[in-house]
C-alpha cells in the first residue's frame, strides 16, 4: 500500500519483502545490476575452480586390475614398480609436506642431470615400518621417522633414474600385489582418514579377512581441488596366502 503523504510504498503485511522505494528506481537498478554481475563473477569463479581442480589432478598414477567388489571395498592388483622415497619427521601432516615438497624438487629437476620426471598420483600415508602399497607417492611411520614415496612413471628403470641431489633419497622396486580399497571424497584430514581406515579393517573383519599390512590411505588431487571431486582411497594388502 502507498503513503500519499511520504510519496513511498511501504511494506504491506501480506508483501513482507516488498521494499521497493518508489521514489529510487534508479538506485533499485544499481543493486539489481550489482548483484547480477556478483553472480556472474562467482559463477565464474566456481567454473575456474573446477577446471583447476580437474586439470590438477590428471596425472599418471599407478594401473591395476579390478579382482572383485564387495560391500564396503573391492580387491585390486597391482604391478610391480620403482619408488623413490625419503625419510622424514613431524606430525601427519607435516611430515607429508616435508617429504612432498622434497621429492617435488627431485622429479623437477635438483638431479643429475637436472631432468623433469612427470609428476605422479596419489600421496600415500600409512603406519608401519614398511611402505604397504603401490602408489606414486607414498607415506609410511616408523619409530624413528616417516617414510614419503613417489613411484615413478612406468616408462623409468632403476638403471634409467636420474640421481637426485638430495642424498636423503632413495629408491626401491616393490613387487606386485593384491590389495583391498575403500574410496572416499572431502577433504583427507586425519581424523576423517582414520574413521575410513577403521571402517574398511572392520569390513575385512566382517568378511574374515585377516590382511598382510597395516591399512593405508591415498590422496590423489592437489589441495586446491573442490572437496566433491576429491578422490581418497584408503587400502590394505593382501596376505599372499590368500590369493584369489
Known amino acids: 500500500m502507498f503513503d500519499f503523504t511520504s510519496g513511498c510504498r511501504l511494506i504491506d503485511r501480506h508483501r513482507p519483502y516488498d521494499v521497493l522505494i518508489a521514489g529510487n528506481p534508479h538506485t533499485v537498478s544499481i543493486v539489481l545490476r550489482n548483484m547480477k554481475i556478483l553472480l556472474i563473477v562467482l559463477?565464474?569463479?566456481?567454473?575456474?575452480?573446477?577446471?583447476?581442480?580437474?586439470?590438477?589432478?590428471?596425472?599418471?598414477?599407478?594401473?591395476?586390475?579390478?579382482?572383485?567388489?564387495?560391500?564396503?571395498?573391492?580387491?585390486?592388483?597391482?604391478?610391480?614398480?620403482?619408488?623413490?622415497?625419503?625419510?622424514?619427521?613431524?606430525?601427519?601432516?607435516?611430515?607429508?609436506?616435508?617429504g612432498f615438497r622434497r621429492l617435488a624438487s627431485y622429479i623437477f629437476g635438483a638431479n643429475q642431470p637436472a631432468d623433469k620426471i612427470a609428476m605422479t598420483a596419489p600421496v600415500l600415508e600409512s603406519k608401519g615400518s614398511k611402505i604397504a602399497m603401490t602408489a606414486p607417492v607414498a607415506e609410511s611411520t616408523s619409530d624413528s621417522g616417516r617414510w614419503v614415496s613417489f613411484v615413478m612413471p612406468a616408462t623409468y628403470s632403476m638403471d634409467l633414474l636420474p640421481k637426485p641431489n638430495d642424498e636423503g633419497i632413495e629408491f626401491v622396486e616393490t613387487k606386485d600385489r593384491y590389495v583391498y580399497v575403500k574410496r572416499f571424497s572431502g577433504y583427507p584430514t586425519e581424523k576423517r582418514v582414520r574413521k575410513m581406515k577403521e571402517r574398511l579393517m572392520r569390513a575385512l573383519e566382517r568378511d574374515g579377512i585377516h590382511p598382510e599390512s597395516e591399512p593405508s590411505a591415498a590422496f590423489y588431487n592437489p589441495p586446491w581441488t573442490p572437496p566433491f571431486m576429491m578422490r581418497n582411497e584408503v587400502w590394505v594388502n593382501q596376505d599372499p596366502?590368500?590369493?584369489?
Open 241 to 244: 596366502s590368500g590369493l584369489p
Open 43 to 98: 559463477g565464474a569463479l566456481f567454473l575456474l575452480w573446477l577446471a583447476w581442480g580437474y586439470f590438477g589432478s590428471r596425472v599418471e598414477s599407478p594401473k591395476y586390475q579390478l579382482i572383485s567388489k564387495h560391500e564396503g571395498y573391492e580387491l585390486r592388483k597391482y604391478p610391480a614398480f620403482i619408488e623413490a622415497r625419503v625419510k622424514v619427521t613431524g606430525d601427519y601432516r607435516e611430515g607429508l609436506n616435508q
